[in-house]
């Protein structure tokens, strides 16, 4: 049964693909598309997993066996559609271009399959194979306005993740030299053997893990493969600018991280170390580069560095705390990313401009955008009783179990880094006197309030329950 | 072993060559010979199924799609050929350092673990990409995910070009 999750938006492509009249086919696709991704949403975590553990009766047996899902799977399908329709109704709403709509639905419903594919497999070919549709759906989008700069961020992206994409294959071309296929466990199978006899292709097997691993750091916009990052986020139209901080580096990097070092226990603990510096570094270097910024979504851009940067330590630390806590916080910085980048659209689109120091006062003309906004960036900054706080409490937690106190005690002092930029962000764009150019602007059209509203509301609701939903969902 | 290593060496100087060209038409041409030259290798590696669709796919239809699309685009102005080409080839400085760092990388690893990895699977390569069945039985039973996988990708790549290409024709 998992595998509708991939067939039925690949038949409902087909279908908003028919030859329609072209004002009735954008409708069809906006509803079809959105009508998938709300079913999704609500019926994954719904239904129980043995459901989803069902097989198909199809003729043709295509592998089915790589596809399972358990409550991390869950958690990304439920964030996969979310983002996607806050994408789409931020893209309805500010894009006037009727064909260039049609096609970004259309590349919307692709990564959304791509996406669907990496947290449904469990085999490191096919999660290869669904983070390059990813990908690829993610190269056209942010150049499809075809701007200079859009079109420059877009090939950036493009090259890390060539350099990305020829690690993972070298990879797994060790893998299949080793052993028989790649999947999750066959390969910690053979490592284990490796490891246990002494043979040079214990060794080998690491190495490759290790490239694979980095790998995902470039698609993740990690420390130091980082740089693609802001110019991709900022320069992109702001409905793709959603879609790829809020879920699609979320998924083709850190979930896919969180995915491989889990079931694949058998790192070398200096990887482990080492994956451990690469989040720290990540934190304070993120933070520090996002007070430097004067543009809305580049800061954000880096505070997405200094945020993942949680999720790693709190994957590094190795205990199952750690391991929720990193899960917990990848989907709290999925919501409050998303929000952010939402209102940072609905900001440009009506002030024209995305410098903060040109902003002033907007809460005034945009209370809902504004009040919003600071939900999201105390949840990103850990204050109770919001998600954030929750999260990056279980991390601090983990860290200081295990002995990394050193860690633990640069990620809290990194909180007040995170704190500071996210204030001169408030204060410069929403906070103080009407600068008096914006006394005209609005507020944020229907669509994108709905999902403004909706996301703080996550927000607030898994931060006054998250009790409820550990027990549920998590364990 | 050594006609191996020659290959490796030839394939690396085309695509090196490849990259350098200043024409697209030739950097396609230079595209479809290291694809070829990779054919050859793939068959010495007892690997047929792999070379056939190496050299159909890679030296014959990508080259063929690359040659029609460059034959629709308008080459640039001397003027703006001048401007492209002035300090060009200091980009590359970078690059024999590059290749001294791999190669140095390469010499570094212990000659035991490199032949016992290039031994490892060896014998497997030779029964399992010999026969049909087998390529067949991977595709369709243990790899079919990949399949629709592919799908997709190409799917993608025919909107990406429909969205990126087709708005000239209107701009213009």
């Known amino acids: 049964m998992a595998l509708l999750l991939l067939f039925i938006p690949f038949l409902i492509l087909i279908v908003i693909n028919l030859p329609w009249r072209v004002s009735v086919s954008a409708r069809i696709a906006l509803g079809l598309v959105l009508a998938y991704c709300a079913l999704q949403m609500v019926v994954v975590p719904i239904l129980p997993v043995s459901f989803w553990q069902t097989p198909l009766n199809l003729p043709l047996s295509i592998g089915m066996d790589s596809l399972q899902i358990d409550w991390l799977s869950r958690l990304m399908l439920f964030c996969i559609p979310l983002v996607a329709i806050c994408s789409l109704l931020t893209g309805v709403q500010y894009s006037k271009d009727l064909k260039n709509k049609f096609y970004f639905k259309n590349l919307i419903l692709l990564a959304v399959i791509g996406m669907n594919g990496v947290v449904l497999a469990r085999n490191l070919f096919s999660i290869y194979v669904f983070i390059e549709i990813t990908s690829v759906a993610s190269f056209i989008l942010i150049a499809s306005h075809r701007e200079k700069g859009a079109l420059e961020g877009s090939f950036k992206y493009l090259i890390l993740s060539a350099i990305a994409t020829m690690l993972m294959l070298t990879s797994i071309a060790f893998f299949l030299l080793t052993s028989d296929n790649t999947q999750f466990s066959t390969i910690t199978t053979a490592i284990q053997t490796a490891q246990a006899t002494g043979t040079n292709s214990g060794l080998l097997m690491e190495a490759a893990l290790l490239l694979f691993i980095i790998g995902l750091l470039i698609k993740g916009g990690l420390f130091p493969f980082h740089w693609w990052l802001p110019d991709a986020y900022s320069s992109a139209p702001s409905e793709v600018s959603v879609l790829l901080a809020g879920i699609v580096t979320k998924v083709c990097g850190v979930y896919t991280l969180l995915r491989v070092m889990r079931d694949v226990p058998v790192l070398h603990p200096s990887i482990n170390q080492g994956v451990l510096w690469v989040g720290l570094i990540s934190i304070i270097v993120g933070a520090l580069l996002a007070m430097r910024q004067k543009e809305f979504k580049r800061m954000l851009a880096y505070s997405s560095l200094s945020q993942v940067g949680y999720i790693i330590i709190g994957l590094a630390s190795g205990t199952p705390i750690g391991y929720v806590g990193a899960a917990l916080h990848l989907f709290n910085h999925t919501i409050f990313k998303t929000q952010l980048f939402i209102n940072a659209a609905t900001v440009e689109k009506s002030t024209g401009t995305g410098i903060l120091d040109e902003m002033g006062g907007l809460s005034k003309r945009m209370p809902i955008t504004g009040v919003t906004s600071l939900i999201s960036f105390l949840s990103a900054a850990g204050i109770p009783p919001l998600a954030g706080f929750w999260s990056k409490l279980l991390i601090i937690v983990a860290l200081f179990s295990t002995g990394y106190n050193v860690a633990a005690i640069i990620a809290l002092l990194a909180g007040i880094l995170t704190l500071g930029y996210f204030l001169i962000m408030q204060k410069k764009a929403f906070f103080g006197l009407l600068n008096e150019k914006w006394k005209d602007v609005k507020e944020s059209g229907a669509a994108g309030l709905v999902c403004t509203i909706a996301l703080s509301a996550i927000t607030i609701l898994v931060g006054l329950f998250l009790p409820y939903f550990l027990y549920t969902y998590f364990i | ?172």
Not at chain 2, 78 to 83: A, E, I, V
Not at chain 2, 95 to 117: F, G, R
């Open chain 2, 1 to 172: 072993m050594s006609i191996d290593i020659l290959l490796v060496v030839t394939i690396v100087f085309t695509a090196i060559i490849t990259v350098l060209q200043r024409s697209l038409l030739k950097g396609a041409i230079g595209l479809a010979l290291t694809s070829a030259l990779l054919t050859i290798q793939l068959f010495r590696f007892s690997s047929p199924l792999a070379a056939v669709f190496e050299l159909s796919i890679c030296a014959g239809l990508i080259t063929v799609v690359f040659i029609s699309t460059i034959s629709l685009a308008e080459p640039l102005s001397y003027q703006d050929l001048s401007k492209k080409l002035k300090g060009r080839y200091k980009k590359y400085l970078t690059l024999p350092v590059l290749l001294v760092a791999l190669i140095a990388l390469i010499l570094l690893i212990p000659n035991d673990v490199l032949t016992s990895t290039l031994m490892l699977k060896s014998t497997a390569a030779t029964t399992t990409t010999g026969g049909n069945s087998d390529v067949r039985n991977i595709l369709w039973n243990q790899q079919g995910m990949d399949i629709l996988g592919q799908i997709v990708i190409m799917l993608t790549g025919v909107f990406g070009v429909v969205l990126l290409f087709k708005e000239r024709k209107n701009d213009e």
